[in-house]
């Protein structure tokens, strides 16, 4: 039934359990589901000052995760310098992008790891463990010597704690997207949802800030020998402060009911792929355009605008801040677009305007003007939000309750492992094979069509109550 029939709990302030009438009530207010969800795709009963600390909570987190993660790839050229010192520039950079795509073939063994805890224990047991290992291993990175200090060791110790890093990260942006939207209104689901990505970008903007401080402040020797270091010596206390503030959250009401009644899923990966196997591949279809497109534009665009186009470190960085910033604003416009008009409606204009801009765009990248260059990513980031905004929402409406976190981790971080942690090395080694600066964007462009394709073969779930079954 369409929520557009329903009367979806506003965020106006607490609903009392009698104002839903049919829906039964626990001892803690909240409302009783079965089914494909609660009587009438009504919402949970869940007051205003909860779903704020829902929001608050899954904004940090997320956020600290991110920027652990984004700061790698922003420092991608020093830290080639640092354990690669004896390869020419394009080869460091390509060994340190390489680092960067083999982290990322851990996260679909994470995803179901992760979507087992997030699904069989619980969806905040799930988020609380992944965001202390990763702030862990980032904190452990500021500690490794270079290639100077302990010759190869250093590398691979590189390795190990990138590896770790891809581990813990592949829980995180699918268990707060479920989370999210498990305590959503149903006609702000994808408002709520929105706040994954922004909190993402976030992450990468005080990433993008703190390198460029850095850039401009310090000598490149500097830099080289202990300030790129400081970025991850922030992980520590900044993930300490997050897992505080999630550890003092419920679990969302549908999964406290799955629990309560002994229905989740002993073995969810499991099921997930004996019963919505179809479901699992449209998913990685359409996660394609995210995962190549976020860390094209987002996280390897800085490196492509200085090592390839030859604009200096600090423009580079400034640009891509300025684009950040913007990007952040469009992703709850995106939001909203989507719960009026559908998710599919939104997901399939991003795939077009990537098929039919990107090249143009990185031609106007090679000008050299900074005004047009920044312009130009501003264009790219509010064409990814199409995509960013609506896919959290999309993907967790996709699959139902008991085995929404596996559906989403799993599919999500598949795609990124695959296409979306070797975009960087995969732009750089296509501009090395091609001499071709525009390789980056016929790229990117691929990836949009064949996430067009998984769209269009999905249903509309945006005016759907979840489902539970």
């Known amino acids: 039934m369409s929520n557009e029939n329903s009367s979806p709990a506003p965020l106006a302030g607490p609903i009392s359990p009698e104002s839903n009438s049919g829906h039964g009530s626990t001892s803690s207010g909240q409302a009783t589901l079965s089914g494909r969800g609660a009587p009438g795709g009504q919402d949970p009963v869940v007051s205003r000052e909860t779903r704020r600390r829902v ?27 640092v ?44 988020l609380s463990l992944s965001i202390l290992i990763m702030s862990g291993a980032t904190f452990c990175i500021a500690l490794i010597p270079g290639y100077n200090s302990i010759g190869i060791w250093a590398p691979i110790l590189l390795l190990l704690v990138r590896v770790v890093q891809g581990f813990s990260a592949s829980g995180e942006y699918a268990g707060a997207s479920a989370f999210l939207v498990e ?26 800030l703190l390198a460029g401080l850095l850039t401009i402040m310090l000598s490149a020797e500097a830099m080289q020998s202990w300030g790129w270091r400081l970025p991850f010596l922030l992980a520590a206390p900044m ?3 997050g897992r505080y503030i999630r550890t003092k959250l419920e679990d969302t009401p549908v999964f406290r009911e799955l629990a309560e009644e002994d229905q989740a899923i002993k073995a969810p990966v499991s099921s997930l792929f004996r019963n919505h196997w179809r479901l699992l591949l449209k998913a990685v279809g359409a996660v394609l355009l995210n995962a190549v497109g976020f860390y094209v534009i987002l996280s390897y665009m800085p490196t492509y ?21 913007t990007y952040i604003g469009f992703i709850f416009l995106t939001g909203m677009l989507s719960d009026r008009y559908g998710r599919k409606k939104v997901l399939i204009a991003a ?22 260059i920044v312009l130009v990513q501003i264009l790219l980031g509010g064409m990814l939000t199409l995509n960013d905004g609506t896919l959290p929402s999309f993907l967790a409406e996709m699959f139902p309750t008991r085995v929404r976190y596996s559906g989403f981790a799993v599919s999500f971080n598949l795609s990124n492992a695959l296409f979306g942690g070797t975009a960087p090395f995969m732009a750089t080694l296509l501009i090395a094979a091609t ?19 998984a769209v269009v073969l999905s249903r509309e779930t945006s005016k759907e109550p979840l489902r539970h079954d």
């Open 239 to 241: 993930g300490l402060i």
């Open 435 to 453: 001499a071709n600066d525009l390789a980056p964007a016929w790229y990117l462009a691929g990836a949009a069509a064949i996430s067009l394709i």
């Open 55 to 81: 929001v608050a909570a899954s904004f940090i987190g997320n956020f600290v995760e991110w920027f652990d993660y984004a700061v790698y790839g922003y420092l991608a050229a020093t830290i080639a310098a």
């Open 183 to 208: 305590y959503a209104p149903a006609n702000k689901r994808g408002l709520y949802a929105a706040v994954v990505p922004a909190s993402t970008a976030a992450g990468l903007l005080l990433g993008s």
């Open 351 to 372: 795939s077009l305007s990537f098929i039919l801009l990107t090249v143009p765009a990185f031609a106007l990248l090679g000008t050299g003007n900074f005004l047009v």
């Open 83 to 126: 354990f690669f010192p004896e390869s020419n520039p394009q080869t460091a950079l390509l060994l340190t992008f390489a680092l960067f795509a083999i982290s990322f073939l851990v996260r679909p063994l994470g995803g179901f790891v992760w979507g087992h805890i997030g699904d069989r224990v619980g969806r905040r047991t799930a």
């Open 305 to 325: 605008l200085s090592s390839e186009l030859g604009l200096g470190a600090a423009e580079s960085f400034l640009a891509t801040t300025i684009a950040l910033v």
